[in-house]
């Protein structure tokens, strides 16, 4: 089982990772085609089955954030806001203690932060395919 600090210092440095990758995906969808039609290619879950996957509208949600429409995101796949500010507050307040060395406390992971991601990620999978159901309404369509 690894230490509180040691799991800290992990996720934190798959943070960067992470932010490293960024730039290079977004790269390779301005000059790569191939990669371009993968990130954007339809969900074989809903085309196949017609309903949809736990991940559908998540492309849609990153790409309304970084245009600067939050709400659409959030309406597009909640997750995808939760992401974002857990992951803001966790790598600002991490880099914020590492800099001040110590005197800032950063917030520290919890495993607690997944499970609620994945309880968001199933709710509106959930609620999503309930409305389609129901109603008929492809609720991704409405934006």
């Not at 959930?126 to 129901?134: D, P, S």
Request: hydrophobic share 50%.
């Amino acid at each position: 089982m690894q230490t509180s600090e040691t799991m800290n210092r992990t996720v934190y440095h798959l943070c960067w990772v992470f932010l490293c990758l960024i730039p290079i995906v977004f790269f390779g969808m301005a000059n790569i085609p191939m990669l371009h039609d993968f990130i954007f290619s339809p969900c074989v879950v809903y085309h196949t089955t017609g309903l949809f996957c736990p991940g559908c509208g998540g492309t849609r949600s990153i790409i309304a954030l970084l245009t600067g429409h939050p709400i659409k995101s959030l309406l597009l796949h909640p997750f995808v806001i939760y992401f974002t500010i857990c992951f803001l507050l966790f790598f600002g307040t991490q880099s914020l203690s590492r800099l001040t060395g110590g005197r800032v406390n950063g917030i520290n992971y919890r495993n607690i932060y997944v499970f609620i991601g994945i309880g968001i990620i199933m709710v509106q999978w959930l609620v999503k395919n309930i409305i389609l159901l129901t109603t008929g309404i492809n609720y991704l369509s409405l934006f």
